[in-house]
């Protein structure tokens, strides 16, 4: 009788590597929707200057805390360089359409 006690001993941590436990529960898919794996952070909406100084600020923050890689922060930093060069850009050329219509209002479309 002890001989069979020490064979069950022996089986159990097999079986019970073998089943490791409940699953975790998947998404459900509806119909005309994709199933989310996982959740996001945070989303940012950068549309303005500001927008993209209130991000920097967060991952500087983030970076001091050790809350994010580096490798991540200075892909972002990088990023918010990129963008503001682009906002700059477009901003300048909306001031320089703005400054031709006056112009062309001003003297019939005639250079001085």
Same mark, same amino acid.
């Given at each position: 009788?002890?001989?069979?006690?020490?064979k069950? +001993?022996?089986?159990?941590?097999?079986?019970?590597?073998?089943?490791?436990?409940?699953?975790?529960?998947?998404?459900?898919?509806?119909?005309?929707?994709?199933?989310?794996?996982?959740?996001?952070?945070?989303?940012?909406?950068?549309?303005?200057?500001?927008?993209?100084?209130?991000?920097?600020?967060?991952?500087?923050?983030?970076?001091?805390?050790?809350?994010?890689? +580096?490798?991540?922060?200075?892909?972002?930093?990088?990023?918010?360089? +990129?963008?503001?060069s682009?906002?700059?850009?477009?901003?300048?050329e909306?001031?320089?359409?703005?400054?031709?219509?006056?112009?062309?209002?001003?003297?019939?479309?005639?250079?001085?």
């Amino acid at each position: 009788m002890l001989k069979n006690m020490s064979k069950k +001993v022996e089986e159990t941590p097999q079986i019970a590597r073998q089943n490791p436990g409940p699953k975790k529960a998947e998404p459900v898919k509806t119909k005309g929707q994709e199933a989310k794996t996982e959740k996001k952070k945070y989303t940012s909406h950068i549309k303005k200057p500001e927008d993209l100084r209130r991000l920097l600020s967060v991952t500087m923050s983030q970076l001091r805390r050790d809350e994010i890689d +580096v490798t991540k922060a200075r892909a972002i930093f990088y990023g918010a360089g +990129v963008f503001l060069s682009i906002l700059d850009s477009c901003e300048f050329e909306a001031r320089i359409a703005k400054l031709e219509e006056v112009v062309n209002q001003d003297n019939d479309g005639r250079w001085n």
